[in-house]
């Protein structure tokens, strides 16, 4: 298995884990829009043996009345993995990747909205710790985020948009 780069050979095998995923085409329609019109993105595909089994996605988010030049944050979602090879260890190991990428293109946090059993294990935490705000209505502890460079968030209190396409996508 490894974690590489999506490729545009990749882009129906994604899609059709994103609907397998999560029951629906919400998210893969969601990744098509980002992977049209967000920039930048990073999109990385589990690949095992050329088949493709998982995906992950960040794309930029934004804090309502920040400045221009701001230290860039992303968000990540959605993670897909085929139902049939979930609980291997696959969607973390797509995390880590992603998160890693991240830090290479000097991202300085991102945030997700998520299970709070399962992403602090890579270091998220609530994003209220940090005086930041999810636009969606839900719970302060599933709003998660993980400062990539230490101490970046401090300061940036607000309420964090996603891309547009989310809101259409009703994700």
Same mark, same amino acid.
């Given at each position: 298995?490894?974690?590489?780069?999506?490729?545009?050979?990749?882009?129906?095998?994604?899609?059709?884990?994103?609907?397998?995923?999560?029951?629906?085409?919400?998210?893969?329609?969601?990744?098509? +829009? @980002?992977? $049209? &019109?967000?920039?930048?993105?990073?999109? *990385?595909?589990?690949?095992?043996?050329?088949?493709? !089994? /998982?995906?992950?996605?960040?794309?930029?988010?934004?804090?309502?009345?920040?400045?221009?030049?701001?230290?860039?944050?992303?968000?990540?979602?959605?993670?897909?993995?085929?139902?049939?090879?979930?609980?291997?260890?696959?969607?973390? +190991? @797509?995390? $880590? &990747?992603?998160?890693?990428?991240?830090? *290479?293109?000097?991202?300085?946090?991102?945030?997700? !909205? /998520?299970?709070?059993?399962?992403?602090?294990?890579?270091?998220?935490?609530?994003?209220?710790?940090?005086?930041?705000?999810?636009?969606?209505?839900?719970?302060?502890?599933?709003?998660?985020?993980?400062?990539?460079?230490?101490?970046?968030?401090?300061? $940036?209190?607000?309420?964090?948009?996603?891309?547009?396409?989310?809101?259409?996508?009703?994700?």
């Amino acid at each position: 298995m490894r974690i590489r780069p999506e490729s545009p050979i990749d882009v129906a095998a994604v899609h059709r884990i994103n609907v397998k995923a999560f029951g629906s085409n919400v998210e893969a329609d969601l990744v098509d +829009a @980002l992977r $049209r &019109e967000a920039s930048p993105v990073i999109s *990385l595909v589990a690949d095992d043996e050329g088949a493709v !089994v /998982g995906h992950v996605m960040f794309s930029p988010v934004s804090i309502d009345g920040e400045a221009t030049g701001a230290p860039p944050l992303m968000g990540l979602a959605p993670v897909a993995v085929l139902p049939d090879r979930q609980r291997q260890g696959i969607g973390g +190991a @797509l995390i $880590r &990747e992603g998160l890693a990428a991240c830090r *290479l293109g000097r991202v300085a946090a991102v945030v997700l !909205v /998520g299970m709070p059993e399962y992403y602090p294990r890579f270091g998220f935490v609530p994003a209220s710790r940090f005086g930041l705000r999810c636009a969606y209505d839900v719970p302060d502890d599933v709003f998660m985020a993980i400062e990539l460079e230490p101490g970046t968030l401090a300061g $940036r209190a607000g309420l964090v948009r996603y891309h547009p396409a989310f809101a259409r996508a009703g994700a």
